[in-house]
């Protein structure tokens, strides 16, 4: 689900007035604007090069993916008033990270300067003790579901819908739900263990889930497996690679979704 070109072009002439104003970057004086500039047209134009790169932030690259391909305006003016001001709103979710991660220079060759600003900054937000200020901070980066569910609804998506669980994975039920629901053109983010991610351990039962990723186009679903695509890591991703996936196969890794219609 693209955004309508309007909100794309509006998204652009958003960077480009930020690119050519004079301004003071008092949010993430460790970060050049040069890099969040390209950084924002890049995503904007194709949201798969958003990625979470070493960090555990696959919950934020999930919420944010959703944003990008619906309200990309949205997104350009969250990150522009981070890097600006160090605290931005989209709808009625505030986000204001702390010093550590505002002050933090993320490896480039680890995660994208921009990416920093936008997932980081959401995730460390949330937190009350851990701040996320490196990106080789795991326990602070995780997003639980209630987390994800509650930034779709404060952003302004409705219909939210949280049914996942954090040991008992889904069975058969739940992957038609979540088919019929990519069907209506809603939002799924899949609760999953990363073993369905690879093809090598596609079919190996995981004890927990640890990550995140969106469903990006309807699973087709015949004679008992399916396939689908889906955004993680900075691309799509097919599952299985080729053919298809007996659904028992797939429920060894899936824990449930987050789902919410675009508005």
Not at 125 to 154: K, R
Not at 163 to 179: A, Q, S, W
Not at 185 to 214: E, G, M
Request: hydrophobic content about 40%; overall charge positive; glycine content about 6%.
């Amino acid at each position: 689900m693209r955004a309508e070109q309007g909100r794309i072009a509006y998204a652009l002439t958003l960077i480009n007035d930020f690119s050519r104003a004079k301004h003071r970057n008092m949010g993430f004086p460790r970060i050049g604007e040069a890099a969040v500039v390209d950084g924002m047209i890049d995503r904007v134009k194709d949201p798969t090069k958003q990625s979470q790169g070493w960090a555990s932030l696959c919950g934020p690259a999930a919420f944010l993916y959703c944003l990008l391909n619906t309200h990309p305006e949205q997104y350009v003016k969250y990150v522009i008033d981070l890097y600006l001001t160090g605290k931005a709103r989209i709808g009625s979710l505030k986000v204001e990270p702390s010093v550590d991660c505002r002050y933090y220079r993320p490896p480039s060759d680890r995660i994208a300067p921009v990416d920093w600003i936008a997932l980081a900054s959401l995730r460390d937000s949330e937190n009350t003790t851990l701040t996320y200020s490196s990106v080789d901070d795991t326990a602070a980066g995780i997003t639980l579901p209630h987390s994800l569910a509650h930034w779709f609804s404060a952003a302004g998506f409705s219909g939210v819908r949280n049914d996942t669980n954090l040991v008992h994975r889904k069975g058969r039920k739940e992957v038609e739900n979540f088919k019929q629901e990519a069907d209506l053109f809603r939002w799924v983010c899949l609760f999953i263990n990363t073993n369905l991610l690879y093809p090598a351990k596609q079919t190996r039962k995981s004890i927990f889930p640890d990550h995140w990723a969106v469903v990006e186009q309807a699973p087709r679903i015949a004679n008992g497996s399916v396939s689908l695509t889906v955004y993680s890591w900075g691309s799509l991703i097919a599952i299985p690679e080729v053919g298809a996936l007996s659904i028992d196969d797939l429920t060894k890794n899936f824990y449930g979704v987050v789902s919410a219609k675009p508005t």
